[in-house]
T-cell receptor, first 110, second 116 residues
Framework: RKEVEQDPGPFNVPEGATVAFNCTYS??????FFWYRQDCRKEPKLLMS???SGNEDGRFTAQLNRASQYISLLIRDSKLSDSATYLC???????????FGGGTRLMVKP | GAGVSQSPSNKVTEKGKDVELRCDPI?????LYWYRQSLGQGLEFLIY????????KSGLPSDRFSAERTGGSVSTLTIQRTQQEDSAVYLC??????????????FGEGSWLTVV
């Protein structure tokens, strides 16, 4: 089993749709969680951190479920510009190891 | 500089040659990471530096790979006797301290390596 697992997709959705991605992690001692966005042939860029209480940034909402060891990302009112690969990142409790999921590809269609 | 800088941005090399990839982290960042990403694949952890020391080298795929960091700043990743399977984009990232919550990790644009 991979340490961090994501559905690779692709998720094909129309503009304006709501879409959700999940990411599961195997190390219960993991402390920090992030969602990164990666455009084709570009470097990953931080989208948002994921906090235990959940957090929202505009159309994006991230949630953490420690008991079930998964994090989620919800995108409301999808835009064409949201098309990208979304990477889940889990950091161990020492902060040394960033483990990336394989990414979920989102394609938003007109 | 303003961001993480990597060089070369693109490198084509012949099988069996050595290559050296360079990373300039954001000024003042103590933590530095190297990752590898093959086409269409996820990010594979290679090595992590805290200052000049590498507490975690577990990801280096073979003894052909080595990395160092000097002066708590620039890092070089060296691949000896390159093989075709080494073709990938090599991404460097840095963060102010260890990458706990609140310390954003910033990536460079990567060094695209093609071994022919």
């Amino acid at each position: 089993r991979k340490e961090v697992e994501q559905d690779p997709g692709p998720f094909n959705v129309p503009e304006g749709a709501t879409v959700a991605f999940n990411c599961t992690y195997s190390n219960s001692a993991s402390q920090s969680f992030f969602w990164y966005r990666q455009d084709c042939r570009k470097e990953p860029k931080l989208l948002m951190s994921v906090y235990s209480s959940g957090n929202e940034d505009g159309r994006f909402t991230a949630q953490l479920n420690r008991a079930s060891q998964y994090i989620s990302l919800l995108i409301r009112d999808s835009k064409l510009s949201d098309s990208a690969t979304y990477l889940c990142v889990v950091i161990d409790n020492a902060g040394n190891m960033l483990t990336f999921g394989g990414g979920t590809r989102l394609m938003v269609k007109p | 500089g303003a961001g993480v800088s990597q060089s070369p941005s693109n490198k084509v090399t012949e099988k069996g040659k050595d290559v050296e990839l360079r990373c300039d982290p954001i000024s003042g960042h103590t933590a530095l990471y190297w990752y590898r990403q093959s086409l269409g694949q996820g990010l594979e952890f290679l090595i992590y530096f805290q200052g000049n020391s590498a507490p975690d080298k577990s990801g280096l795929p073979s003894d052909r790979f080595s990395a160092e960091r000097t002066g708590g700043s620039v890092s070089t990743l060296t691949i000896q006797r390159t093989q075709q399977e080494d073709s990938a984009v090599y991404l460097c990232a840095s963060s102010l301290y260890a990458a706990r919550s609140g310390n954003t990790i910033y990536f460079g644009e990567g060094s695209w390596l093609t071994v022919v």
